[in-house]
């Protein structure tokens, strides 16, 4: 039997999770069809809260086997990623903001043989992935400021996903593109992946109260479905 892998993926992002039941949560989200863990990693320094750190990275890693899509919203990331990045299987995402030398960080995580992305906040142009772009696995497009989980969709947001579709589109870049942000079935979704996002990230939306986790994220893959990225 052969599979395709599917042209979007979700990733629940797990700082909206109950965290004592956390690894039931995240093992609701895997058998749900989950295609990644997303794990928010906040220092109260580059963002305005502290989520957590290697500790419970590690017991997320522990509760899946889905890979870990690991948001570092730390302030020079690289401090912090010998503690982190602990399987090949991770794909890790620093901000362009959040390092002065972000060539060298990008180099340092693809030496741990994980895939690598950039993560660029609502006011920050394109240009700060442009030279680091033909290294990249992935960028993550903020649709918020990051911090908090349940803020409105930015609709910039979208402009950024088609600008970067196009230009990784005419240089045959190997580079997927995420959003994170306000994400919901529906429209956020559906205008994310018509202008080239491929890995929706969904917090609030998939681990709430109004729904049981695989009914949350049964409706956002339906909303998407049959959509190829980029169409628009
Ligand atoms: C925000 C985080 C997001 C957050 C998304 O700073 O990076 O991953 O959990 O939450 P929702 O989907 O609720 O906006
Ligand atoms: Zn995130």
């Known amino acids: 039997m052969t599979t395709t892998a599917p042209q979007v993926q979700i990733a629940p ?6 965290f004592g039941r956390l690894a039931r949560q995240v093992q609701d989200a895997e058998a749900a069809g989950a295609d990644l863990i997303h794990v928010d990693v906040m220092d109260g320094r580059f963002v305005p809260n502290i989520s957590f750190g290697e500790v419970v990275v590690d017991a997320i890693r522990a509760a899946t086997g889905l890979p870990l899509n690991l948001h570092l919203m730390v302030h020079e ?10 399987d090949a299987t991770d794909q890790v995402l620093v901000h362009a903001e959040a390092c002065a030398h972000l060539h060298r960080t990008v180099g340092y995580i693809k030496e741990q043989g994980c895939q690598v992305g950039v ?3 609502p006011a920050t142009p394109l240009s700060a992935v442009e030279e680091v772009l033909p290294d990249l696995d992935i960028v993550l ?3 918020v400021n990051p911090g908090f989980g349940g803020q409105s969709f930015i609709p910039s947001a979208l402009g950024k ?4 579709h196009r230009t990784i589109a005419e240089n045959g870049y190997a580079v997927q593109l995420e959003v994170d942000g306000g994400v919901k079935a529906g429209a956020t979704a559906q205008d994310s992946v018509a202008a080239g996002a491929q890995i929706l990230v969904a ?7 109004e729904q049981p986790v695989a ?3 049964a409706a956002l893959r339906a909303s998407v479905a049959g959509l190829t990225p980029g169409a628009a």
């Open 13 to 18: 992002s797990v700082l909206a999770a109950d």
């Open 77 to 86: 990331p690289a401090r912090l990623l010998p503690g982190l990045v602990k």
């Open 119 to 121: 993560a660029i906040n």
């Open 141 to 143: 497009v903020m649709a």
């Open 161 to 164: 996903l088609r600008r970067l």
């Open 203 to 209: 917090g609030t939306a998939i681990f709430n109260r």
């Open 215 to 217: 009914e949350a994220l």
